[in-house]
Every structure is written in structure tokens, then in C-alpha cells.
């Protein structure tokens, strides 16, 4: 049997980027109820049915549209 060295790479706090991860799972509580875990539910992001997005327009020819970046 060989021998082998496993090495894992440090995992940083999403809430602290100064902090290593210590497994706290603070970063999984609810925002708006800090009794419930996060289920994902998007009430904190005050998530629409749809998104749009306006489209001045379609460049078909990337060399207009060099051009247009010059200008």
C-alpha cells in the first residue's frame, strides 16, 4: 500500500471573510426569523413572479458593433 497525504484547503466564513469556517452554521439562519433555518423561500429577497430585461439591440455584425464600442 502506498502512501498518500490528503490536503484540504481552509474553508472561510461567508459572513466574515477574515474568519475561517468553524461549522457554526450561523450563515444558514433565516434573515427575517432568527429562529428558523434558511429554506431558500425568498421572502427576504422580495423575489417577483418574472424579470425582465430591456434590449436596445442586437448586433448581428460584431464588427458594428466594435464600432459602436468606440464611439
Do not use: F, H, S, W
Amino acid at each position: 500500500m502506498g502512501d498518500y497525504t490528503v490536503t484540504m484547503e481552509k474553508k472561510m466564513c461567508v459572513l466574515d471573510e477574515e474568519k475561517e469556517c468553524d461549522g457554526c452554521m450561523e450563515c444558514e439562519v433565516c434573515d427575517l426569523d432568527p429562529n428558523k433555518i434558511c429554506d431558500n423561500c425568498g421572502k427576504c429577497l422580495d423575489i417577483q413572479e418574472y424579470a425582465a430585461i430591456k434590449i436596445d439591440k442586437v448586433y448581428m455584425d460584431p464588427e458594428e458593433y466594435e464600432r459602436e464600442q468606440r464611439k
